[in-house]
């Protein structure tokens, strides 16, 4: 996310941006949403498994990732 802000910063300086700037940024999105997918779908075992303390520690996760 870091990447793109930068860029965001480059085309209102009117600075000119590479097109693989765009694609490197896009594939390293595809591969963090991929990431966030199966640490979902791990985190939703674990909540299934134990209840409302599962629930507890995935929110403090989802939070703690937010922050980022």
Do not use: H, P
């Not at 085309?11 to 940024?25: A, E, P, Q, S, Y």
């Not at 591969?31 to 640490?39: D, G, M, S, V, Y």
């Not at 209840?51 to 922050?67: C, D, P, W």
């Amino acid at each position: 996310m870091v990447e793109a802000k930068l860029l965001r910063k480059k085309l209102k300086n009117g600075l000119i941006v590479d097109k693989w700037d765009l694609v490197t940024i896009i594939e390293k999105q595809q591969a963090e949403i991929e990431a966030l997918k199966a640490e979902g779908e791990i985190m939703f075992g674990f909540v299934k498994s134990r209840g409302a303390v599962g629930q507890l520690i995935v929110y403090k996760a989802l939070m703690e990732a937010q922050e980022k």
